[in-house]
């Protein structure tokens, strides 16, 4: 479902609705007026501590959807719904002053006591007008009207100062034709949601004929017929086996295919032996950079260290052939080349098949060239932190080209372009002298590029900046390069001198761009002394920063890294990790990730938190350690969107038996201080002691290549099947001789079982339990005719850890004796189940039981074709005084 988007785009009218206390004679209302050389032409809040809440709430004259402005918008923290449209401007008094607000939270919705938070974000102390984006498209991607907005201040710039805001200005589409459009569509969608709720509601409870009467009457249709079909015969008739027939038929519909996504996937490894037409491939090395080309298969390998010096060898691997090519043994001797380098970035561009380079350690002793014959990369190389021996070598010159020298720096920061198609095919050109000098980052290391080919920009975010000056830490900023207008934006300094929202720059971190969404996201790396496990998304569209995680160990993610690489799959909706450095606490020692060193970011919206699944490896009689890549940083990844494989190529690793125990420790790095030494920023001359002291650290040299293997549609089958055969088997217990039952758990639910998994077998070994445990005695309810079943902690169907696999609970607990002891409604038979079933008498308790088994199944099921997850009793806080 896509957006709307049409309507001219207006200032909105809006009324004060309500506020909180304000101070003397800045009244609410002296917001609607834009005068900032009047100091009096504000509204400010009472009180001057943050503690107290401050609110003031708008009204529009009609409702409208808040939409773009033409200013220039900052940054927004995006809390709920997804859009990209712009509507919210805040004007200044003329200079800077004390009260200014500084953080706030806007909240907006149709009625003034159900509102969304949309916005927390803040403004800066000076006189420029600022307009924040207003997201205004719901989960379902459906435009959403506004009739209230609510702004919260939460500080201001001044210690112990009153909070004011001068001036609001609104602005979207209010066009009344369109406006009806919106409005009837979102009702719509809330009347569906709702129904739903309803619906899943009146079938739990057993009201069968009301649930088929709204059915009926509105037309709606709760989920895909195939799976009403399985409710009806598993819970209301118990037709076991015409149930496991619905299951494949609901696998040959592709009603499974997000579990088959969502499940546990096995990675396999194969290590890759190509060479050239001599012999030769790529050396050991760390620090260098790979991009692919998916639509010709080719992947480029440029540069790196070796632990003896910098690199500038330029590879190609054609995935068809399974060969390398040498492109250049040295591009520093290549027209117009770059220099040996490491810890740069390099990334390609599929729309012009042009390749930039960016980046790489500083020179050791910069001189300032004298003529335009002079090589344009520098005189001197050092080593890079993923690289521990410093060490010089000379540079050798490059062809004759006439660069700008009026903005000269010792630390140039160029840009580099080389043409793998088209006429200029195997060309380098320079394409800026010093991106610092035009407005773009300066010279940067372990830093983060991307390209988006359809508008082509080029992304490129932190790094540790590289002036000369090594006794302090700086880092770079946020920045986008259009290379049709070859201009340079800044979207975010390196320190911000604003508290919201921002992304905090860093050194060693990732960066992946998912076109599909527009959105890039940024996580992990180091600032400083800490090794971070935070991640946020930034929607390009409407310059929109989202905090994804804090903290993203704390909720079972991988331990805070440095160096580790990413790669993302956007039709998938996975970014897959490769963790490189990592510690378990800030100023802790730093370690490789021997287990688990792998994972998977899976999210359904970008915006909102994903969940993290550790990648492991498929199990087989031939595989061992050598079957694998071992644990490694300062490595390099390239993604094949098309054949769904990653490659990964070099690193640096400590190999058991290679180095003594003190040795294994990888090597320290410039933005950290070591083990035994102050946290200040260490000296040019204290890294290169560091640097030295790890000279053992071996390099790799190896090339692998990696899928996926995930569940197949039998996989789900028979996973559905053994819970369906778990309630037959269950029943069985109760109603017929226990040798029966005995033979059907032996044959056909243990045909079900993958004994291979530790949980499943457990769960199966525990189905005995049933079989022994004597009928409790119970009073029965009218319907009832059947001995009750296990209280649930002893269950073994409902004790599954799996996140697939786990019961859905009900809001009636399986354990009552009597479900209609202090409930408004019982459980008892309605007159359909009469009529469908023959007659038979399902007591209350089995059918929540079956209940229980097919909301299970719905675990398994898309999310788009089945009833909703959530349940109506959850959403509802009988305890809110607005509910009486």
């Known amino acids: 479902m896509s957006p709307e988007t049409n309507g001219p785009v207006v200032t909105l009218s809006y009324s004060i609705h309500g506020c909180s206390e304000h101070s003397g004679r800045y009244v609410a209302e002296n917001i609607m007026i834009n005068n900032p050389q009047d100091q009096s032409s504000r509204w400010s809040g009472a009180y001057q501590t943050t503690n107290a809440r401050q609110w003031m709430l708008l009204r529009l004259d009609s409702p409208a959807v808040l939409s773009e402005s033409q200013v220039p918008s900052r940054f927004a923290r995006c809390t709920d719904a997804y859009a990209f449209v712009e509507s919210i401007t805040f004007g200044k008094f003329h200079k800077p002053h004390p009260c200014n607000m500084k953080e706030f939270k806007l909240y907006v919705g149709q009625w003034e006591d159900n509102m969304t938070e949309v916005l927390h974000a803040g403004l800066k102390n000076d006189p420029i007008p600022e307009t924040f984006s207003i997201r205004n498209v719901n989960e379902a991607g459906l435009t959403f009207p506004t009739r209230y907005i609510k702004i919260e201040p939460l500080s201001a710039h001044g210690h112990s100062f009153h909070t004011s805001i001068w001036f609001v200005q609104l602005n979207g589409i209010n066009e009344e034709q369109y406006m009806e459009r919106v409005q009837r569509k979102h009702e719509d969608y809330r009347e569906k949601i709702v129904s739903s709720l309803i619906l899943k509601h009146l079938r739990q409870r057993r009201l069968l004929g009301p649930f088929r009467d709204i059915l009926s009457r509105s037309g709606m249709q709760l989920e895909h017929p195939t799976i009403s079909a399985l409710y009806e015969s598993l819970v209301i008739e118990g037709n076991f086996s015409h149930c496991e027939e619905l299951l494949r038929s609901m696998a040959e519909l592709s009603l499974f295919s997000s579990s088959l ?33 998916p639509e010709n298969s080719k992947i480029y390998l440029l540069g790196g260290w070796d632990g003896q010096k ?9 995935i068809k052939t399974d060969k390398w090519t040498v492109l250049s043994y040295s591009t520093s001797r290549d027209p117009h080349g770059p220099g040996p380098r490491a810890c740069h970035k390099m990334v390609f561009d599929s729309k012009t098949g042009d ?19 002079e090589p ?15 060490q010089t070598s000379p540079v050798a010159a490059s062809s004759s080209r006439n660069l700008p020298t009026s903005s000269w720096s010792a630390y140039p920061a160029q840009l580099y372009r080389y043409s793998a198609r088209g006429r200029k095919s195997g060309q380098w050109e320079l394409v800026t002298d010093d991106t610092a000098a035009v407005g773009g980052p300066p010279l940067v290391f372990d830093h983060q590029m991307v390209v988006d080919s359809q508008t082509q920009t080029i992304y490129i975010f932190g790094g540790r900046v590289v002036d000369g000056d090594w006794d302090a830490l700086k880092y770079s900023g ?33 960066m992946v761009f998912d076109h599909l969404m527009q959105t890039l996201f940024i996580f992990g790396g180091q600032r400083e002394d800490k090794y971070l496990s935070d991640m946020y998304a930034y929607h390009i569209p409407t310059n929109t920063i989202t905090e994804l995680f804090h903290h993203f160990t704390a909720i079972g993610g991988p331990d805070a890294c440095f160096t580790q690489r990413a790669v993302i799959d956007p039709h998938l909706r996975e970014i897959y990790v490769f963790c490189g450095l990592t510690r378990h606490r800030s100023g802790s020692a730093t370690v490789l990730e021997n287990e688990s060193p792998h994972w998977i970011y899976r999210y359904e919206r970008p915006e909102r938190s994903g969940k993290w699944i550790k990648m492991v490896p498929e199990e087989s009689e031939s595989m061992t350690e050598a079957n694998v890549p071992g644990p490694r940083y300062a490595h390099q990844v390239a993604y094949d969107p098309i054949a769904k494989a990653v490659y990964m190529h070099g690193g640096n690793a400590c190999l058991e038996g290679e180095v003594d125990e003190d040795a294994t420790q990888p090597p320290p790095d410039p933005e950290s201080a070591p083990e035994g030494r102050s946290e200040n920023p260490q000296t040019r001359t204290e890294i ?28 789900i089958i028979r996973r559905t099947c053994f819970v ?27 045909a079900a079982v993958d004994h291979s998994d530790p949980e499943e077998a457990g769960v199966f070994r525990a189905l005995l339990s049933h079989l022994l445990a004597p009928p409790k005695s119970k009073k029965r309810t009218r319907d009832e005719s059947v001995a009750e079943p296990l209280e649930p902690e002893d269950d073994p169907m409902t004790t599954s850890s799996s996140p697939v696999r786990r019961a859905v609970t009900l809001p009636v607990s399986s354990a009552s004796d009597d479900s209609s002891h202090g409930s408004i409604l019982a459980l008892t038979q309605d007159p359909i189940e009469r009529a469908v079933n023959g007659g038979n008498v399902v007591s209350d308790t089995r059918f929540k ?24 009793m959850h959403m509802i806080n009988v305890d809110r005084s607005e509910v009486q």
């Open 688 to 715: 290169m002691d560091d640097l030295n002291e790890t000279k053992n650290t071996p390099r790799l040299d190896d090339f692998w290549r990696m899928t996926l293997m995930r569940p197949s549609s039998s996989d």
């Open 376 to 390: 344009h990369n520098g005189g001197v190389t050092v080593s890079p932190i993923t690289s521990p021996i410093p």
């Open 355 to 373: 390749i930039y380079v960016f980046g790489r350690l500083s020179d050791s002793r910069p001189a300032r060239p004298e003529s335009s014959e």
């Open 849 to 872: 039981q079956r209940t229980e088994v097919f909301e299970r199944l719905m675990a398994y099921v898309n999310e788009d074709v089945k009833q909703p997850d959530k349940d109506l």
């Open 310 to 318: 910098s690199l500038d060898d330029f590879w190609m691997y054609d």
């Open 261 to 293: 996504l969502s499940s546990q996937p096995y990675s396999r490894w194969t290590r890759l032996h190509a060479v050239d037409a001599d012999g030769d491939a790529p050396s050991a090395r760390g620090g260098h950079a790979m991009c692919i080309d």
């Open 478 to 510: 946020f920045y986008s390069y259009d290379i049709k207008t070859e201009t340079w934006a800044v979207i975010q300094s390196s320190e911000p001198d604003i508290m919201l929202p921002y992304i905090p720059s860093r050194c060693g971190h990732s």
């Open 724 to 750: 369906i055969r778990q309630q037959h088997f269950r029943e069985l217990c109760e109603d017929s001789n226990p040798l029966k039952a005995l033979a059907f758990l032996q044959t056909e639910v243990s």
